[in-house]
Structures are given as structure tokens and as C-alpha cells.
């Protein structure tokens, strides 16, 4: 166990959304390092343009700025509505934007510049993240928001090893043929399962 210093986001209601996007991604200087087992391309509001934008042009935002992003995200389903709004269509071909799929990841980490960290419940999605545009609709997550580096260095290293395949030698799903590992989008051009 490891102790470590942190803020708690206990609610769902656009407040714990506006921390992890202006505190966190929007403070980017040289990376940002995503986990989540689910990612949707969703709308938030931007204050700059005084409108709601897609998810996936803050991301392309932030890149144009210079900052490296890498998605670390599970295999993804089509949804039974059967909509492809994951957000790695919508931004699979950008340069510096990487995306790794794994099929055993669920955790929810977001780790900026290696000095702030998201730990949380919350997918990467509106419902989850608690956009103000969904109160009542948004799921029941909660989080935590933290600059202790011992936090950071432990999850930036478990990051890096799922990242490189380290993990797979030993994992189960491997091992029956389930999954073929760590994919890039180069591995696998559209990894639905």
C-alpha cells in the first residue's frame, strides 16, 4: 500500500469534469497518459468559444500545443446502438496522438506531465467524466486529483509496462488465444471485438 497525498472529487455533477479537464489536461506542457476501459468522442463546453465542443478537438488542441498523448484503452465493442463514436476514429490519424489496446484494461488513470494525476471510476466518456450538460443523466463515479509524486511514479510505471507488452507474457487471456496482446492501431486497424 502507498500512501500519498490527494483531493477527492465525491460528486458527479460537472464540477469533479472541470477539474480533470482545466486543472489537469488543459495545464499540459509535454504529455498526457490515458487509461480507461471506455473513451467516446462527447461534447464539453468551452469557455473560449462559448459553445460546447467535441471531446476529440480539445484533444487535437492540446496536441497542436506540443503535448505527446497516449491512450492506453480496452478493446473496444460496437455499443448496441451500434454508434462508432469511439474516440480513437476520430483521432487515429494524428500525429503525436497514440493509441494502445489492451483487453484486460479498466482502470481509470489520467497522469499530466508526470505532476498530476486522475484516479478514479469515471470512463472517458460524458457520462462518466460528469459533463455539466448531462446533470441527471451522468453515471455515480468518484475520483481523486493528486500531485504526490509517489502516486504518479507508481501508475506512470504500471503504465509503461502495460504500454510495452510487459504484462502479457503472463497474462491468461493471452495464454487461451483470446488476445493477441498489446495492438497499436498499425497492429489492428479497427480492434472491435
Known sequence: MIRFESQLLPRNDGSSFNSIIA?????????????????????????VRGKAVPFSEVIRTI????????????????DWLGKRNALYLKLMNQQGIEFRFCSRIHMKVIIVDGKWLYLG??????AGLGADTRKGKNNFEVGIVSSD?????????????????????????????????????????????
Open 121 to 126: 471510476s469515471a470512463n472517458i466518456t460524458s
Open 23 to 47: 486543472d489537469g489536461l488543459l495545464n499540459a506542457q509535454k504529455f498526457i497518459w490515458i487509461t480507461s476501459a471506455i473513451t467516446r468522442d462527447f461534447r464539453i463546453y468551452s469557455k
Open 149 to 193: 509524486r509517489v502516486a504518479i511514479l507508481e501508475l506512470a510505471q504500471l503504465f509503461k509496462e502495460i504500454w510495452t507488452g510487459e504484462h502479457c507474457q503472463g497474462c491468461y487471456r493471452k495464454k487461451q488465444g483470446q488476445c493477441p496482446g498489446i495492438q497499436s492501431l498499425t497492429d489492428a486497424d479497427r480492434p472491435f471485438i
Open 63 to 78: 496536441r497542436n500545443q506540443g503535448v505527446d498523448i497516449n491512450f492506453l484503452v480496452s478493446v473496444e465493442r460496437k
